[in-house]
C-alpha cells in the first residue's frame, strides 16, 4: 500500500488558527492568580506594617518565655548598619537577663543563640544539644594548665565513671558504720526484740516525714540544716554546681540527710555510764558529758552519803567479775574516782564503738574527730533522689548489703545511670543539661529592666496565641 504524502499544507490545516483567542478556563485562572496572590502578599505586608506585626518576616515563634515580645524583632535582632543584616547579640540577650561564663579558664565564650535557639516553636530553650557541650568537652582544654577534669566525653553513652568510683578514693566519714551487720533480718533491736531494719530508718531526705523508729524521744521533728558537706577534695576545683533557685527549693527532696545518733542509733547504742543511774549521758563534746558526770555523781553522793564505800557499779557482760576497789574516804575523793571510772569506759569502749577518739594535746579529755558524713558525693552534676523514687533503694546502692567499712563507697556506677538515660524513644533522657548546669550561677549579675510595657505589649498587640500574662509571671 502507498503511503500519503505529508505535505506543509496539510498539516498547517490541523492547526486552530484562533486557539489564543477563545477564552480558556485554565489560562484565566493562572493569570488571576499570578496577579493576585503577590497582592495578596503585598496587601499582608502592608496591614502587618501598618499594625506593626513582624510575624512575616520571622521563621517561626519564639519559645514561651520570650513569647510576649516575640513581635518586638529589635528586642534580639541588632541593626548592623554596615552589613544591613539583624544579627542576634549576646548584648541584646543581657539587656534582661545574665548567662554569666561557665569557667574563667574555658578558651573562647560560645555566643547565646548558638546554644539557645530561637524560632522553633514553644521548645525548652535551656534543652541544648550536647553538640553544643561536646565541641568543648570531646576534647578538652583550658587556657591556664591542663583540665582537672576527664579530656573526653562525648555523649553519656560513652559517659566516664564518676570520680568517687574511681581509683583511691575513700568515704571521708569517721563514724565506724557496718552496714552489712545491721541489715540481717533478726538484728537485737531495743528491748531485746528482732527487728529488720530498713534504709529509710536511718536514711531520709532533709526533710523528714514520719518519725524515726530508732530515735530518742521528741526528735521526730528535727530537719536537717546542717548545709552541704562534700565528700571530696575536688570541690576546691572551680566548679559550675551553684543551684538555681528552683533546683535548692528541691534540694531538700534530692539529696539524703546525715544519719545522727538522735535520730538513728539511741535506741540501740544507749550510752550508760553507770548501773545506778537510769540515764544515759548526752551525746554531746566530751567536756559536756564530763560536766554532766560530776554534776550527776555530786548529786548522787548527796542523797547517800553512805556511798562513799560502795564500788563503782559498771555496766558489765554476763561472767565478767565485779570490779571492787573500795578505798576512797572523802567526797571529792569519791567523785574523782567515779568520774575517771565512768570515763574510762566511755573513751575506751562506749564512744569508741562509733569514733574516732583523739587524745593527744595535753588535754585530760580526749576529742572526737568530725564526723564528716558527706551529703554531696557528685558536685559537678545535679542528681535527685525524688526524681527516682520508683525504684528501690538497693537497685542503685546494690553493695550496700554487703559493705562492712565506712571507708567503703556504694554509690551507682555510670552504668546503672545508663541502663535508663540513653538516647532511646523508650528511656529517660540522656542530654548533657539534664545532669549538668552550664552557667555559673553564683557570678549572675542582675540588670535593672529598660523596657517599657508599652515597648514589649503593644508591639505584640496582633498575636493570637499568646499565653496569659498571669503564666508568663509565673515561669
Ligand atoms: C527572643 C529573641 C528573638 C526575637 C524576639 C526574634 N528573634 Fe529572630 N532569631 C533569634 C535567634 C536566637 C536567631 C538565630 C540567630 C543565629 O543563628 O545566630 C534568630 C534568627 C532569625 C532569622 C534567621 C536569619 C538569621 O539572622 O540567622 C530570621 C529571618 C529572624 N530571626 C527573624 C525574626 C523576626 C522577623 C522577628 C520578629 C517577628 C524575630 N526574628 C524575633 C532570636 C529572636
Ligand atoms: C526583653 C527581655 C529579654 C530578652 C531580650 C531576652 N530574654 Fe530570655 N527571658 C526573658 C524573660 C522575661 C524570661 C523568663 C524569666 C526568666 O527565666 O528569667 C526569659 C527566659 C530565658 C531563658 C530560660 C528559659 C526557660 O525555659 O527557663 C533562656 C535560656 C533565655 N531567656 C535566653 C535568652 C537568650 C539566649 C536571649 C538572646 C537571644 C534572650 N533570652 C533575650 C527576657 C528576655
Ligand atoms: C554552651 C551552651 C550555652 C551557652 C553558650 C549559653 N547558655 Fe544559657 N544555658 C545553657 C544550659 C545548658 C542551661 C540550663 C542549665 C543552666 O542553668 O546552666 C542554660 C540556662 C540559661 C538560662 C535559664 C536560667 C534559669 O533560670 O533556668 C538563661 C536565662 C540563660 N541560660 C541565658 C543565657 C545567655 C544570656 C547566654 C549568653 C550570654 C547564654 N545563656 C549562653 C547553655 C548555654
Ligand atoms: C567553651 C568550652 C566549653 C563549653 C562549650 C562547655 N564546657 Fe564544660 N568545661 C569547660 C572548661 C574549660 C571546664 C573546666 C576545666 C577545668 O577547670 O579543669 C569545664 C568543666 C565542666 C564540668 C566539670 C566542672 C564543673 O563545672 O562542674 C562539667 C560537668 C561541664 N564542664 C559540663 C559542660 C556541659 C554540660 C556543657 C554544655 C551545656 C559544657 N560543659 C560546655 C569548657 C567548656
Ligand atoms: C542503722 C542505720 C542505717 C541503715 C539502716 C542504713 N544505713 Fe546507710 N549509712 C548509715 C550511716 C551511719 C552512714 C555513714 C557512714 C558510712 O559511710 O558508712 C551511711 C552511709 C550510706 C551511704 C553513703 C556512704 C557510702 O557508704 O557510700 C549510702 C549510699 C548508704 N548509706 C545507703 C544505704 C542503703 C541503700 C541502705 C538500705 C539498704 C542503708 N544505707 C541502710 C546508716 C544506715
Ligand atoms: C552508736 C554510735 C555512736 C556512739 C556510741 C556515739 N556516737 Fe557520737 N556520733 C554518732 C553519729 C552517727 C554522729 C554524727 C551525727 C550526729 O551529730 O549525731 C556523732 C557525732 C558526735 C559528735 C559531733 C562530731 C562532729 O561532727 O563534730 C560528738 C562530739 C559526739 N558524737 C560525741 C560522742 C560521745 C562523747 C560519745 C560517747 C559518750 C558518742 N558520741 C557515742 C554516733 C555515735
Ligand atoms: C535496731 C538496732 C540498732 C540500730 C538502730 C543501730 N545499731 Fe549498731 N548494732 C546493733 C547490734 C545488735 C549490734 C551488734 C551486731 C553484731 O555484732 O552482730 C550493732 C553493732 C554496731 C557496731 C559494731 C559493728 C561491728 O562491726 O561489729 C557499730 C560501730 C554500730 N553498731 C554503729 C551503729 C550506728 C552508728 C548506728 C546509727 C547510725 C547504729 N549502729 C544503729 C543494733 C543497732
Ligand atoms: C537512681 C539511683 C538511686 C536510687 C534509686 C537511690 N540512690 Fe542514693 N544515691 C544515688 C546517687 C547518684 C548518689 C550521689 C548523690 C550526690 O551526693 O551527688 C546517692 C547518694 C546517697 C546517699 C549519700 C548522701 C547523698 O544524698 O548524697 C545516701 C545515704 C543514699 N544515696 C541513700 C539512698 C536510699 C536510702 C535510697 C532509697 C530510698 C536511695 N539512696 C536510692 C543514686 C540513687
Ligand atoms: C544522667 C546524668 C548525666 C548525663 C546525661 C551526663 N552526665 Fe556528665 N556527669 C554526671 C555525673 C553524676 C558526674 C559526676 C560528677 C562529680 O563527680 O562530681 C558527671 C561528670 C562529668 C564530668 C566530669 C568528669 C570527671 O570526673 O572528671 C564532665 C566533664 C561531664 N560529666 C560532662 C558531660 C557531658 C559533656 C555530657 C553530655 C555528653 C554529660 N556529662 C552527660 C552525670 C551525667
Ligand atoms: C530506673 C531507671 C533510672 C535509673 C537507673 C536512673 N534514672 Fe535518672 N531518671 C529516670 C527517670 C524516669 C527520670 C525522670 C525523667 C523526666 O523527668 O523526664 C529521671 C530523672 C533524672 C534527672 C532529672 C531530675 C530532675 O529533678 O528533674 C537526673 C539529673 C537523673 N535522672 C540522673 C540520674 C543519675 C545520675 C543516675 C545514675 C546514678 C540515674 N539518673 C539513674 C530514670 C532513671
Known amino acids: 500500500m502507498a503511503r500519503r504524502p505529508r505535505t506543509a499544507k496539510k498539516l498547517a ?20 492568580l499570578s496577579v493576585a496572590f503577590p497582592a495578596l502578599a503585598l496587601l499582608w505586608l502592608a496591614v502587618a506594617g501598618l499594625s506593626k506585626n513582624r510575624t512575616p518576616y520571622s521563621m517561626g515563634a519564639v519559645s514561651a518565655p520570650h513569647a510576649l515580645f516575640g513581635q518586638k524583632c529589635s528586642a534580639c535582632h541588632v541593626a548592623d548598619t554596615v552589613s544591613f543584616r539583624h544579627p ?10 545574665d548567662g554569666p561564663i561557665h569557667h574563667a579558664d574555658q578558651e573562647f565564650t560560645p555566643s ?17 544539644r550536647d553538640v553544643s557541650c561536646t565541641q568543648c568537652h570531646a576534647n578538652l582544654s583550658t587556657r591556664f ?51 529488720q531494719i530498713a534504709c529509710d530508718d536511718c536514711h531520709r531526705p532533709g526533710t523528714p516525714r514520719g518519725s524515726w523508729p530508732y ?3 521528741g526528735v521526730e521533728n528535727i530537719t536537717f540544716s546542717g548545709g552541704a558537706q562534700y565528700a571530696s577534695q575536688q570541690v576546691a576545683t572551680p566548679s559550675s554546681f551553684h543551684p538555681t533557685t528552683a533546683m535548692q527549693e528541691r534540694a531538700e527532696l534530692a539529696y539524703m540527710a546525715p544519719p545522727t545518733y538522735a535520730n538513728t542509733c539511741f535506741s540501740c547504742h544507749a550510752l550508760q555510764f553507770d548501773a545506778r543511774f537510769p540515764d544515759s549521758v548526752p551525746h554531746d563534746k566530751p567536756e559536756i558529758v564530763h560536766a554532766f558526770l560530776v554534776e550527776n555523781f555530786q548529786k548522787y553522793i548527796a542523797a547517800h552519803p553512805g556511798a562513799v564505800r560502795e564500788p563503782a557499779a559498771l555496766p558489765r557482760l554476763p561472767g565478767q567479775p565485779v570490779v571492787q576497789n573500795v578505798h576512797a574516804v572523802t ?29 593527744s594535746g595535753g588535754n585530760s579529755l580526749p576529742a ?26 538497693v537497685s542503685c546502692h546494690a553493695s550496700v548489703a554487703s559493705s562492712q567499712l565506712t571507708s567503703e563507697v556504694n554509690l551507682p556506677s555510670v552504668r546503672v545511670c545508663q541502663e535508663c538515660h540513653a538516647a532511646r524513644a523508650s528511656a529517660a533522657p540522656a542530654g548533657c543539661f539534664e545532669c549538668h548546669t552550664y552557667h555559673d550561677w553564683s557570678q ?20 493570637v496565641a499568646q499565653p496569659p500574662v498571669a503564666e508568663l509571671i509565673r515561669r
Open 13 to 32: 490545516q490541523r492547526i486552530e488558527l484562533s486557539y489564543f483567542q477563545r477564552p480558556q478556563p485554565l489560562r484565566r485562572w493562572r493569570f488571576i
Open 88 to 97: 542576634v547579640t549576646d548584648q541584646a540577650c543581657l539587656a534582661c537577663h
Open 112 to 128: 547565646c543563640s548558638s546554644c539557645h535557639v530561637e524560632h522553633q516553636g514553644r521548645i525548652r530553650l535551656t534543652a541544648v
Open 145 to 195: 594548665g591542663a583540665p582537672h577534669f576527664v579530656r573526653t566525653v562525648l555523649s553519656f553513652a560513652r559517659h566516664p565513671e564518676f570520680a568517687p568510683l574511681r581509683a583511691d578514693f575513700k568515704d571521708p566519714g569517721t563514724i565506724k558504720f557496718n552496714h552489712s551487720v545491721h541489715l540481717v533480718a533478726g538484728l537485737i533491736g531495743p528491748g531485746g526484740r528482732h527487728v
Open 215 to 217: 530515735g530518742a524521744p
Open 331 to 359: 567526797r571529792e575523793e569519791w567523785i574523782t574516782e567515779q568520774v575517771a571510772t565512768a570515763e574510762d569506759l566511755l573513751w575506751r569502749k562506749t564512744c569508741a564503738e562509733c569514733h574516732a577518739l583523739n587524745f
Open 368 to 393: 572526737i574527730a568530725p564526723s564528716r558524713i558527706a551529703t554531696h558525693w557528685l558536685p559537678h552534676a545535679n542528681f535527685s533522689h525524688d526524681a527516682h523514687r520508683m525504684v528501690t533503694c
Open 444 to 463: 549572675e549579675k542582675v540588670y535593672p529592666g529598660k523596657f517599657s510595657l508599652r515597648d514589649l505589649l503593644k508591639s505584640s498587640r496582633n498575636v
